[in-house]
């Protein structure tokens, strides 16, 4: 019962928020613009279903390799740390 209390709240501060800030004229206009741009881009992977896939396809690429250069990146890292304090233990035990 808590849990579903705090998420309807949450939920209407960020609807209370969210109407609030379109008081502003310079926001509604932003919030129009952003609109327009992604009925367009709907309107067109509706038509084009495979540009849809292909961009799916190439942002999933993109991004796996992303994360794949990321965790080479931090594997790297720990060997490091693990050789570094390797080090550190050989030295305590010989000192």
């Given at each position: 019962?808590?849990?579903?209390?705090?998420?309807?709240?949450?939920?209407?501060?960020?609807?209370?928020?969210?109407?609030?800030?379109?008081?502003?004229?310079?926001?509604?206009?932003?919030?129009?613009?952003?609109?327009q741009?992604?009925?367009n881009?709907?309107?067109?992977?509706?038509k084009?279903?495979?540009?849809?896939?292909?961009?799916?396809?190439?942002?999933?690429?993109?991004?796996?390799?992303?994360?794949?250069?990321?965790?080479?990146?931090?594997?790297?890292?720990?060997?490091?740390?693990?050789?570094?304090?390797?080090?550190?233990?050989?030295?305590?035990?010989?000192?």
């Amino acid at each position: 019962m808590g849990k579903e209390r705090l998420l309807k709240g949450i939920l209407a501060g960020a609807i209370v928020g969210g109407l609030i800030t379109l008081s502003d004229r310079e926001t509604r206009s932003y919030v129009t613009r952003k609109l327009q741009v992604c009925g367009n881009k709907a309107t067109y992977y509706a038509k084009n279903p495979a540009d849809a896939i292909h961009q799916l396809n190439s942002n999933y690429a993109k991004w796996s390799e992303q994360f794949a250069t990321g965790l080479t990146s931090s594997l790297n890292m720990l060997h490091q740390l693990q050789e570094l304090t390797e080090k550190i233990d050989k030295r305590d035990d010989n000192g």
